[in-house]
Each structure stands twice: as C-alpha cells, then as structure tokens.
C-alpha cells in the first residue's frame, strides 16, 4: 500500500496493457524495433527524434493508406517548420472515414430536452449535402465559411462540409455580443455565413435575429447567409438581413439533396479553420492551422494521451468558440460517437453536466476547472445522485484546480473515475501536458508532457530549470502549431506573440514546473506574475487557499507595477450568497495566505466586488485588469461582448482610480 496521500489513481496493469498507448509501444517494437521501458523513456524518443515520432504516428493511425509524403519535417526551424511535404490530407474525410452501424455519430442534448442520435449515414449524409449546396453557392479552397452557431449538429455539419470543400471554417457562439462577433468575423472575410435564430440556456431562450441582421451589416464580404431556424421554424419568406445583396437560404433546403461526398484534395498545410483568441487585450488574433497539423496532432493527442476508442462516447461541456470543441469534435477521427450540449452546465442543478452524461451514457467527459470548483462548493455527489457507472475519464482544462477539488472530484466521482488535467490552448487547438494511462494521477500535478511535445521549464536566461518555476517553453515544433494569423503577412504579430523572448524556441505564457519525474504543474499566466521584491509567486496558489473559503464565490489577484513605482497587490472576491467581508473574514484570509504561502503572498487589500468578469471560455482577466489598475482606459483592454459581467470592467476603472 502506497502511502501518499496526494495519489488519488493509478492504473491496474490490464488497464494499462490494454490502453492505446501500450498497444502504440507494442507496435513500434513490433514493426520498428524500438522498445521504451516506460512512458518517460517514450516521451523522450518521441521528442529527440521528431520525424521519427510523427511518422510512427502517421503509420500507426493508417495515413500511409490515404497519402505519401516526401519527408516528414523539411524545416525544423520555428515558426517556419515545415511538415509532411507532399502529402494530402482532409480533416473532414478523416472524421467520416470510421462509420459504424452499431453506434450513432452524435448524441445532441438541449437543455431539459432528451437525447437525439445522429448514425453515421446521416452525418456524411447531410455534409454531402451542405458541401455540395456550398460549391453551388460558389465556395471554392481558400474561401472562408463562417458560424454563428452554438453546440449543436449544426455546427459539427457546417465544420466538416466546410472542410470538405477545403474552404476555411471558423466559428463564433451566439452568446458573443455583436462587437466581438464582427471584431473576428470582420477579419475573416468570410462569404457564406451559417447563422441560427437562437439559443437556450439557463432555462430561457435568447432571440439572436436581430444580432444577425447587424452582423450580416458589418461584413462586406459577405454573399450568402444559410438560415438556421433552431428555436422555432421560420415563417416562409421572413427576411433576416437587410442587404439585398446577400442571399438568404434556409438551412433545411440545402441539405435536402442527394449529393456524393467528395472531399478536396488539399495538401499537409492547407489551412483548415481559424480559432480566436480571447480578446480580451486587443483586437483577438486569428490563428490559422491545417487540416494535415491538425489530423496527426489530434489523432495522438486524443488517442495516445486521452486514451479515445471508437467504443467511447465522448462529451466535452463547451461552446463553439472555445478550442475544446474542435478537440471534441476530432473525436469523431477515432470513430467516437461525440455528445453534443446546448445549455447551462448547471441546470437545473450542480450536477447539470452529470445529467447529460447520464443521458447519454458518456464514457469520456470533458470540463473547465470552475465546474469542479462549484460542485466541491456545492458539496455534489454525482456518482451517488446519478448513474455513472459508463464514465471512464473526465479531462479537466481551462485554469488550475485546488488541491481539495483534485480529492472532491476522485471522491465524488468514483474511484475508478481517471481524472486527467490538461494544459494546451487555442494556439495549438490540442495539449502540451496531458494525461497517461501508463501513469499515476496526483493531486495538483499533471500527469506527464504529452508526447511529441518538447516542454520544458526556463529561466529569463533561457536554462533549463527543474522542480522550480519557469517560463513553459517547447524546444521542437509541433504539427499544429499555427500556419500564420490573419492579418499578419510578414508574421510579426505571431513572432511577438510567441518567439520574442527566446528566439526560435516557443514561449507559451505560461509559468511551469516540471519535475524530475515529468510530473507538471502550472501555476498561471506569466504575463501576470505576482513579483513581490524579486520573487515570483503564481495566481493559481493564491486561488487555491481562497477559493477554499465556503464564503468565497471566485476571486481575482493582481500584481502591478504603479506609475508612482510601488507594487499593488489587490485580491478581489466575490462572495456567495449571504456572506459578508468584514475585518473578520479579511484576517482570516490573510492569516491563512500567511501561513500555507508565506508573508509576501498576502494582498495588500482585500476587497468586495459585485461580481468577477471571465472570458466567455471561464479565463480569469488578470491582465486585463492589471491594465485598468495601471491606469490603462477600461474600454482599451478589452471587448464587452467576449467577457461575462462588461459592467465590471468600469468598476475596475473606478477602483483604480480611488487606489492612485
């Protein structure tokens, strides 16, 4: 008996024999003659010899069935890399090419409704049909087609017709308001837009038909609006935008045709979809990868790290415009049946994301960390309120979770339940740090890099550090990176964003550690650091000892370097419901940063706000409200429509202002 008692799993040895990864390992012994005692031993063939790891996983996952290449990686260098030269490769083709009768393609769940099943003949189906009434509509390559969609089949159709046309697909949810919709849209070009009447959520349904009439109005490259009527039919003839130069078509009369399904012949670098940043600090940024990038990354990523088998049914709580739905949406590449949700996380309770996965007797389940955090606030108990007995594995993503919630969601789960927390982003729509079947789960810690990756931890010098912070870099390229932005001809803006501090080596923004045992933990945003007196200190701790408190709802730490030269260390909390911040509650949170931290970690005010603005994807605004404490203009740093609770933002303004 192991006595840790940070060790919350471990895989028996039939689970991890039977895993895709052990199953991987045999493969190369059996046809390359390589043999890795262990995962670390893999991971580090896997990222000393590149071309040699990613052809494997070509090979492995029967691309050679479908292309040839020249060679695998005819420039190493970052952020020129090149990859698999000569080859032709489709994402969407690769999603519809494991049908199988015995299990649908999607499970689709609106909030309070009943689960709806989509076969496989259906999908390919009703792409064939949307891409063909696309080409009609006079989509070519290169074009782009975008969505103002939320989860739905709608969304997952409109994404794979799109790529099978080998035009470029990109997305935005209706929850965005206006401005940030044409913020992105505007920069994307596109000419056909798939755009829906509404959307549910909360336990009300939200009219978005007059948002479509001003976003039809703000992009002029605009020729063609599909009309999605997914609230409530639409009445014959109605008109949802005001330009007579825009057709309007319904989205059911342009899949009612029977259509081949033929997919563009598209090289490796082909660009495929463009994913948006948060936007929260500027214009977002447009981030372009490829169908090749994509299909290799994704086919490893969800099936030798997440452990992804066609048998699975695979259900990632999420919107459109958040990367994880193209990461759920992949899953369809390992003949997955994906679940779809169109609603609150939290309706009608807590336990809203465990319903639907009762529903549809999800086996994988992805979430963001503050869902977590509020069923331990909660004090759920999924597993003894419903039936969970199909769940597997849940992937935890968007932020770090407290040590506690680590213990809630193994207790509350179940013992079996395998808890990965991964860390990736839009950048790469895919993980850096992952999840391993082969491996143990520790509270607080991810399990291991993921293969491929060449992560590491380095100081302002650009040394490698171990079991100590540092700046998240990654040595070698990776097939996702992007190809470039939109906008950004000569590639500045994505120098800057990512190859500014360490020239050729890919600086994530992130503050990591990485121990000798490959185990990681990251600690936050490093563009937000907490630096008191020369010592860095991550958010991601702080949160842990005060979201701990039952009175605190969220909260929000900053560090900021003042024009008047002092350091300003506020700590803002939202309190749940009936609580009060009195000098009482301060100590107490104080003593106990003191105490689990150290003396430097204590804020120098702690204070009360109405509530706490996110990014639409659950990412805490650090940065955006370092920038208003340091006097920046609030309407400088960020777009109302892409963060929860705008209002906030000139509360900030106010706040700074009184604080000078």
């Not at 012994?29 to 063939?45: E, H």
């Not at 120098?604 to 639409?616: G, K, N």
Request: net charge negative; charged share 20%; glycine share 8%.
């Amino acid at each position: 008996m192991i006595d840790d008692t940070d060790l919350l799993w471990s895989p028996s040895q039939a689970q991890a024999e039977a895993s895709n990864v052990a199953g991987f390992m045999r493969w190369l012994d059996r046809t390359r003659g390589l043999r890795f005692a262990d995962y670390p031993a893999l991971w580090r063939w896997s990222t000393t010899d590149v071309p040699g790891f990613w052809s494997a996983v070509w090979d492995y996952y029967g691309l050679a069935a479908r292309s040839a290449y020249d060679t695998v990686l005819a420039d190493a260098s970052m952020p020129t890399a090149s990859w698999f030269p000569g080859a032709r490769l489709n994402f969407a083709e690769r999603c519809l090419a494991e049908p199988s009768d015995e299990r649908p393609a999607l499970i689709s769940v609106s909030e309070g409704g009943v689960p709806v099943e989509t076969s496989w003949t259906q999908l390919r189906r009703e792409v064939a049909a949307l891409a063909g009434s696309l080409r009609r509509l006079g989509v070519e390559p290169g074009d782009t087609v975008a969505g103002y969609l939320p989860n739905t089949p709608h969304a997952v159709i409109a994404v794979l017709a799109a790529a099978a046309v080998g035009a470029v697909w990109t997305v935005c949810s209706p929850d965005f308001g206006t401005p940030s919709v044409l913020a992105r849209l505007r920069q994307a070009r596109p000419t056909v837009l798939l755009a829906v009447d509404g959307y549910r959520h909360g336990g009300k349904e939200y009219d978005r038909l007059p948002a479509v009439g001003e976003i039809t109005a703000g992009l002029p490259t605009l020729r063609h609006l599909v009309a999605v009527d997914h609230l409530r039919p639409a009445p014959a003839g109605s008109r949802w935008t005001a330009r007579d130069d825009v057709a309007q078509h319904s989205w059911s009369a342009l899949l009612d045709r029977d259509e081949p399904l033929v997919f563009a012949d598209v090289p490796f670098d082909h660009p495929l979809w463009t994913l948006w940043s948060s936007g929260t600090t500027g214009l977002p940024k447009g981030i372009v990868q490829s169908h090749g990038g994509i299909v290799v990354e994704l086919l490893k990523a969800l099936g030798l790290g997440a452990d992804l088998r066609a048998d699975d049914r695979y259900f990632f709580h999420t919107s459109t415009s958040w990367m994880v739905w193209n990461f759920m949406v992949a899953g369809l590449m390992h003949g997955s049946t994906i679940v779809l949700y169109d609603g609150s996380p939290t309706r009608p309770d807590v336990n809203g994301v465990w319903r639907v996965a009762e529903q549809t007797r999800a086996s994988v389940v992805g979430v963001g960390a503050a869902y977590l955090i509020a069923g331990e606030k909660a004090d759920a108990h999924p597993a003894a309120e419903l039936d969970l007995s199909g769940l597997r594995t849940v992937l935890q993503t968007g932020s770090s979770l407290p040590p506690s919630t680590w213990h809630w969601a193994q207790d509350r789960l179940g013992p079996d339940v395998w808890l990965q927390s991964i860390c990736g982003g839009t950048d790469i729509c895919s993980v850096l740090a992952c999840g391993s079947a082969l491996l143990p789960v520790r509270a607080g810690r991810i399990q291991c890099p993921a293969l491929g990756v060449a992560l590491d931890a380095w100081d302002a010098s650009g040394r490698q550090v171990v079991g100590e912070q540092g700046e998240l870099v990654v040595t070698a390229p990776l097939p996702s990176m992007p190809l470039y932005f939109v906008d950004d001809p000569d590639g500045a803006r994505y120098r800057a964003s990512y190859f500014d501090m360490y020239p050729g080596v890919w600086r994530h923004g992130d503050w990591v550690t990485v121990d000798r045992d490959l185990t990681v933990v990251v600690a936050g945003r490093s563009d937000s650091t907490l630096n008191r007196m020369g010592v860095r200190m991550g958010s991601a701790d702080i949160y842990a000892v005060v979201e701990r408190f039952p009175q605190v709802a969220d909260s929000l730490v900053i560090g900021a370097e003042m024009p008047d030269g002092r350091y300003f260390m506020p700590l803002f909390v939202a309190l749940g419901d009936g609580a009060v911040l009195d000098d009482g509650l301060r100590a107490l949170i104080a003593g106990t940063i003191r105490s689990e931290l150290s003396p430097r970690h204590v804020p120098d005010a702690i204070t009360e706000v109405p509530a706490l603005p996110r990014t639409l994807t659950g990412k805490r605004l650090e940065v955006p409200v370092k920038r208003i404490i340091q006097g920046a203009d609030a309407a400088e740093v960020s777009s109302a429509g892409a963060i929860t609770h705008p209002e906030m933002m000139s509360w900030f303004a106010a706040f700074a202002a009184s604080s000078r």
